[in-house]
């Protein structure tokens, strides 16, 4: 089974420029999340999908960051216009819908974002 | 709001120790706890969980145990491997893990052989 993908692996932009994220989940799964990861932090939720529905983005900037999950499959996550602030590795994750018996959330290998 | 503590890395022991990574939780009603686990250029991967206090996770020789009393959730391994090297997060949900997991801030364990 393929695991969550996500592109770029890198990326390096400066201050005040835009950036898009790009994630696939796994296959079936319903709800995709993207967290921040700040250096010697653990991840921080930003935004919770289920389906193409937002369920929770209560801590997601939204004066500068959007996310979209069109037609319930993969999402984008972007930044405009970026700051010092927002280099982080932002990771993806997805899982199984609630009901069901195992609820994992499976973790992409994360875009590591570097603003100069 | 839920959080996270756990114990401040670097970790750093020798092959065959024991290892003890500290994790307590505040948060309203009864979360489900995890363990989550990062190894050097690979994703989070979900090393194991308990659901329900008294609840025992393990895991590839890894256990911890969910204490309700004590609102704590600690990672033991009673001999460890160079191999386990890595990050290990405790983290916290509210819904089994389909909600957000909240995470504390990981600790660093190296393992010397």
């Known amino acids: 089974e393929a695991g969550v993908a996500q592109s770029p692996r890198y990326k390096i932009i400066e201050k005040r420029q835009s950036v898009a994220f790009w994630c696939n989940p796994i296959?079936?799964?319903?709800?995709l999340y993207w967290y921040q990861q700040i250096l010697g932090q653990g991840p921080k939720l930003l935004i919770q999908f289920q389906n193409n529905g937002v369920v929770d983005d209560s801590q997601l900037p939204k004066d500068r960051f959007s996310a979209e999950r069109l037609k319930g499959v993969d999402s984008t996550l972007k930044i405009q216009p970026a700051k010092l602030e927002d280099s982080a590795v932002y990771l993806c994750?997805?899982?199984?819908?609630?009901?069901?018996?195992?609820?994992?959330?499976?973790f992409g290998p994360g875009t590591r974002l570097t603003v100069l | 709001g839920d959080s996270v503590t756990q114990m401040e890395g670097p970790v750093t022991l020798s092959e065959e120790a024991f290892l003890t990574i500290n994790c307590t939780y505040t948060a309203t009603g009864y979360p489900s706890l995890f363990w989550y686990v990062q190894y050097p250029g690979e994703g989070l991967q979900l090393l194991l969980k308990a659901t329900k206090a008294d609840d025992k996770g393990s895991n590839k020789g890894f256990e911890a145990t969910y204490r309700k009393e004590t609102t704590s959730f600690h990672l033991e391994k009673g001999s460890v491997q160079v191999s386990d090297s890595a990050v290990y997060f405790c983290?916290?949900?509210?819904?089994?893990?389909?909600?957000?997991?909240?995470f504390g801030k990981g600790t660093k364990l190296t393992v010397n052989p």
């Open positions: 296959s079936g799964h319903a709800t």
């Open positions: 994750a997805s899982s199984t819908p609630r009901g069901t018996s195992y609820n994992e959330q499976f």
């Open positions: 983290a916290l949900s509210r819904q089994g893990g389909s909600e957000k997991l909240v």
